[in-house]
């Protein structure tokens, strides 16, 4: 039973959008596809092709650009993945994959390096202790690693200090246990505007 099967097996039938996307392995769209269905992600390791990669992204950019992006990846694989994994959370941290989060305001971004450098001591500088839970946190939320301190994480941690009167440790805590809250920048209050990934109503 090859994937297309054994997915149409656990979830009734599967499309997957722009497969044809040159930029992005069969990998990243299938396993995204998957989260999406909620299919656990034990299920998806196993369905999911273990050699592909997102190289194709680094193919595609300039000499100084492919510098850059190999920069990133090395930065990620040292908090303890390996280069696919790290690659794969490029793709989703900007734009080169799935907008579920993103909703087109960050499309085929080139990573800089002391940007994402900044995000990881800032959320560091939070209170997370070690790079084992920055990593857990990474993980977890990937487009962090795209978001920019002063326009997006700072302004979610005062979400957190001025509405929900957190502080310190708190929001360590709160970070580490629900990362997802360091990309909110939306409140619907309860009249849903289909922002779920960036909405606070989630917290």
Request: net charge neutral.
């Given at each position: 039973?090859?994937?297309?099967?054994?997915?149409?097996?656990?979830?009734?039938?599967?499309?997957?959008?722009?497969?044809?996307?040159?930029?992005?392995?069969?990998?990243?769209?299938?396993?995204?596809?998957?989260?999406?269905?909620?299919?656990?992600?034990?299920?998806?390791?196993?369905?999911?092709?273990?050699?592909?990669?997102?190289?194709?992204?680094?193919?595609?950019?300039?000499?100084a650009?492919?510098?850059?992006?190999y920069?990133?990846?090395?930065?990620?694989?040292?908090?303890g993945?390996?280069?696919?994994?790290?690659?794969?959370?490029?793709?989703?941290?900007?734009?080169?994959?799935?907008?579920?989060?993103?909703?087109?305001?960050?499309?085929e971004?080139?990573?800089?390096?002391?940007?994402?450098?900044?995000?990881?001591?800032y959320?560091?500088?939070?209170?997370?202790p070690?790079?084992?839970?920055?990593?857990?946190?990474?993980?977890?939320?990937?487009?962090?690693?795209?978001?920019?301190?002063?326009?997006?994480?700072?302004?979610?941690?005062?979400?957190?200090?001025?509405?929900?009167?957190?502080?310190?440790?708190?929001?360590?805590?709160?970070?580490?246990?629900?990362?997802?809250?360091?990309?909110?920048?939306?409140?619907?209050?309860?009249?849903?505007?289909?922002?779920?990934?960036?909405?606070?109503?989630?917290?």
């Amino acid at each position: 039973m090859d994937i297309f099967e054994i997915g149409r097996a656990y979830q009734g039938s599967i499309f997957v959008a722009d497969l044809s996307l040159k930029q992005c392995s069969l990998a990243v769209h299938l396993t995204e596809y998957y989260e999406v269905k909620g299919v656990p992600p034990s299920v998806v390791m196993a369905i999911t092709p273990k050699t592909a990669t997102c190289s194709s992204v680094a193919d595609r950019l300039s000499d100084a650009d492919r510098a850059s992006w190999y920069a990133v990846r090395e930065r990620v694989q040292s908090l303890g993945f390996d280069a696919e994994e790290a690659e794969k959370m490029m793709v989703k941290a900007f734009g080169w994959g799935s907008q579920v989060y993103w909703r087109k305001s960050k499309v085929e971004e080139v990573p800089q390096l002391d940007k994402v450098q900044a995000t990881l001591d800032y959320i560091k500088a939070l209170g997370v202790p070690d790079d084992a839970k920055l990593a857990k946190v990474v993980k977890s939320f990937p487009e962090v690693l795209g978001c920019g301190v002063e326009d997006q994480l700072k302004q979610s941690v005062a979400v957190l200090e001025k509405q929900w009167k957190m502080k310190g440790p708190v929001i360590a805590n709160a970070v580490q246990r629900q990362p997802k809250i360091l990309g909110y920048n939306f409140d619907c209050e309860g009249d849903c505007a289909g922002e779920c990934n960036r909405c606070w109503v989630r917290f």
